[in-house]
T-cell receptor, first 116, second 115 residues
């Protein structure tokens, strides 16, 4: 596709349920990022992939959060045993090549997750 | 202190005037900065980046970077109602690892252009 695609756009889950959020980056983009954006805040970094390798997961808030990108393209962010504080918009971004400064990150429209 | 700070606003500017958005950062190691525009319910959209001291102009937008004072700003000339959005300032985390240019965002400034 032309841009970063995320699905679903909206997800409502009950507290304690597991959820899976999908990101389809721009074709050929090596770098993939996940961010969490709370209401009225800027996005906060969660994790980074270079192809299929998860090189940085320092932003994941707890071990309930897990991300993968097994074939170096589509990525899934999974949240187990969801809590109300997990309610946020989850943004995925991709960029063409790592190590090249100032190249833009292209964002998807996000998944708005609401935990009841 | 947050690594990147913005006035959260909201900021209201009459149509046709200049909108000025400001951002400060704490780490002198930060090399480059990005301005993203985010409409409600939409993804952040890159509008400018700057990595050299001074001004960078692109159409109605001018980004300014002052590394000595550790601030970066965005000026929007001839403001239009379509410029009404939240503007996010972002910089790469200063310590690169494996080419990971993860971004640190400010909280965003909500701008409203009044017709």
């Amino acid at each position: 596709g032309a841009g970063v695609s995320q699905s679903p756009r909206y997800k409502v889950a009950k507290r304690g349920q597991d959820v899976a959020l999908r990101c389809d980056p721009i074709s050929g983009h090596v770098s993939l990022f996940w961010y969490q954006q709370a209401l009225g805040q800027g996005p906060e970094f969660l994790t980074y992939f270079q192809n299929e390798a998860q090189l940085d997961k320092s932003g994941l808030p707890s071990d309930r959060f897990f991300a993968e990108r097994p074939e170096g393209s589509v990525s899934t962010l999974k949240i187990q045993r969801t809590q109300q504080e997990d309610s946020a918009v989850y943004l995925c971004a991709s960029s063409f090549f790592p190590g090249v400064r100032n190249q833009p990150q292209h964002f998807g429209d996000g998944t708005r997750l609401s935990i009841l | 202190q947050k690594e990147v700070e913005q006035n959260s606003g909201p900021l209201s500017v009459p149509e046709g005037a200049i909108a000025s958005l400001n951002c400060t950062y704490s780490d002198r190691g930060s090399q480059s900065f990005f301005w993203y525009r985010q409409y409600s319910g939409k993804s952040p959209e890159l509008i400018m980046f700057i990595y050299s001291n001074g001004d960078k102009e692109d159409g109605r937008f001018t980004a300014q970077l002052n590394k000595a004072s550790q601030y970066v700003s965005l000026l929007i000339r001839d403001s239009q109602p379509s410029d009404s959005a939240t503007y996010l300032c972002a910089g790469p985390r200063p310590h690169y690892n494996f080419g990971n240019e993860k971004l640190t965002f400010g909280t965003g400034t909500r701008l409203t252009i009044i017709p």
